[in-house]
């Protein structure tokens, strides 16, 4: 028996839109045994996160079996927990996957290489973003080439925190998606093309003070933030703090603001408690996550 964890996982990072994710301290845990017989038993000792239609951890499962023609293994999950909060932009889905690519692996004793979990994770998540960095952990940068994943990992700076702002309520991606025009003029592409670049240089030299231009985005936050009740308020707020900046996590409605570790005023400035604000938030302060998933032998 194996205990499978997952973290987290926060895409975009502003500019960088369907290529950009990071591995965050939150997870999602199973445990899986493997059965002498076919009996497939899932199990949830408490309350369930998901409905059984949309149970992402075996539905990986089972596609990564019926890929190698192992649908006949039968198996023994364990559904342990998970503090990954559903439909926040926080890769709950992605996390699910994960999960259950690896508890696949271990019922076909070790066959799939982490690489061809993430090609697999990729083909059902519908991009990289965020299963990238649930497997491998860190910052990740990842695209598609001809049916393939490529990627690269980077080391995300030990002195940034991250300021994570989670609402009451959720917001589909594919109401998020749907809310993106299907066409870009030359000026928003090269607006992104130079944020993105400025922001990759930045984490990687610590010029931590190009991070208020390079979280900033044309592609999709202009668009989602209408449909994220109360951001307009949470954005003042931020901005009035010594916050390098703040973007949207994934699809939302999860908001980040990014801060220096040594800074004290943040807390000071937020007010969650405003009238204003319609809906209740919670804020969180999350480390980066730099191991991916992580497999543990119980016997």
Avoid at 49 to 65: G, H, P, Q, S
Avoid at 69 to 95: F, V, W
Wanted: aromatic share 8%; proline share 5%; net charge negative.
């Amino acid at each position: 028996m194996i205990k499978i964890k997952v973290p987290a996982t926060t895409a975009n990072i502003g500019p960088g839109f369907d290529t950009l994710g990071l591995a965050l301290n939150l997870y999602q845990e199973i445990t899986v045994d493997k059965a002498a017989d076919e009996h497939k038993i899932v199990e949830w000792p408490t309350e369930k996160w998901v409905e059984d239609d949309d149970n992402f951890v075996i539905l990986a499962l089972e596609k990564a079996l019926l890929k190698k023609k192992m649908t006949h293994l039968g198996y023994h999950i364990n559904m342990l927990r998970s503090d990954i909060p559903i439909s926040r932009g926080l890769g709950s889905s992605a996390a699910a996957i994960v999960a259950g690519l690896f508890a696949a692996n271990y019922l076909m004793n070790d066959c799939m290489s982490k690489n061809e979990i993430l090609e697999i994770a990729t083909e059902l998540e519908g991009h990289p973003d965020n299963v990238a960095p649930a497997i491998f952990g860190n910052l990740v940068l990842a695209t598609t080439l001809n049916g393939e994943t490529h990627f690269s990992s980077i080391d995300f700076p030990d002195d940034l925190k991250l300021n994570v702002f989670i609402p009451d309520f959720k917001l589909s991606t594919s109401m998020a998606r749907d809310a993106l025009p299907n066409h870009y003029s030359r000026p928003e592409c090269i607006f992104n093309i130079s944020r993105v670049s400025f922001l990759i240089h930045a984490l990687l030299t610590k010029n931590y003070e190009h991070l208020p231009l390079a979280l900033s985005d044309k592609i999709h936050e202009p668009y989602r933030f209408p449909l994220i009740e109360d951001s307009a308020i949470i954005r003042e707020q931020i901005g009035n703090s010594d916050a390098y900046g703040m973007f949207i996590s994934g699809a939302g409605p999860t908001l980040i603001a990014l801060v220096h570790q040594e800074d004290q005023t943040f807390d000071q400035i937020i007010n969650l408690t405003d009238g204003a604000l319609t809906h209740d938030w919670k804020l969180q302060t999350l480390d980066v996550n730099k191991t991916g998933a992580i497999i543990e032998i119980l016997e």
